[in-house]
């Protein structure tokens, strides 16, 4: 028996809320496609949210993100966000402010875009090998999960004004104070919500 924990795969929040054992192959597709657009809908939601907050508002779009990739897995979490990308080139109001069209992935939050798909996957590889049931590792891939974003972000972002210009101060410091916050609420739920579903299964 395998005793590493990164050896170790375990169902993820959804697939405990709803075992899929005796579903069909459609209706496990036809479950898979509910989630995936429920999903985008949750971060288009919370991207139109816009929080009073120093020294910038705060918005959930990113929390919904990482809420996906930790809940749904990584294969389920990274095709909603695929799913919420491709929306968003289509044309429709699901990014921050009511934003679409494919202008946006050419302006300098599209970086940030492609590492919500980064972030959502890892959080849901780190999620399907336990991490989201302890405080401290699932703080720890948060933490990753948002340099995995950044690095995405800042990288596009530098690349297109100029790596003279104070790229971290534009596109870092003044959001890590909200995401560190969303890192917290993440891991006050995540943890407490695997807690009371081992609760409801005595």
Do not use: H
Not at 40 to 45: D, F, G, H, R, W
Not at 105 to 121: D, I, K, N, Q, R
Not at 160 to 169: A, C, H, Q, R, T
Request: net charge positive; glycine share 10%.
């Amino acid at each position: 028996m395998k005793s590493n924990t990164l050896a170790m795969n375990y169902p993820s929040l959804i697939e405990t809320l709803f075992p899929t054992r005796s579903d069909s192959k459609s209706q496990l597709l036809l479950r898979k496609v509910v989630l995936a657009i429920a999903g985008t809908v949750l971060i288009a939601l919370c991207a139109q949210i816009s929080v009073p907050f120093f020294p910038v508002p705060l918005t959930l779009q990113t929390f919904a993100v990482f809420l996906i990739g930790l809940t749904y897995g990584w294969r389920l979490g990274g095709i909603t966000i695929a799913l919420y990308l491709a929306e968003g080139a289509l044309g429709l109001p699901v990014f921050s402010g009511g934003k679409g069209g494919l202008i946006v992935f050419m302006g300098p939050t599209a970086g940030y875009l492609v590492g919500f798909f980064l972030a959502a996957t890892a959080c849901g590889w780190f999620a399907e090998r336990g991490f989201d049931r302890s405080y401290a590792k699932l703080f720890a891939a948060l933490l990753i999960g948002n340099i995995l974003l950044y690095a995405s972000g800042l990288v596009w972002l530098g690349s297109l004004i100029g790596w003279d210009k104070p790229v971290l101060e534009l596109g870092l410091y003044p959001f890590v104070l909200g995401d560190l916050l969303k890192i917290a609420m993440a891991v006050l739920l995540l943890p407490s919500a695997w807690k009371l579903v081992d609760w409801l299964k005595k």
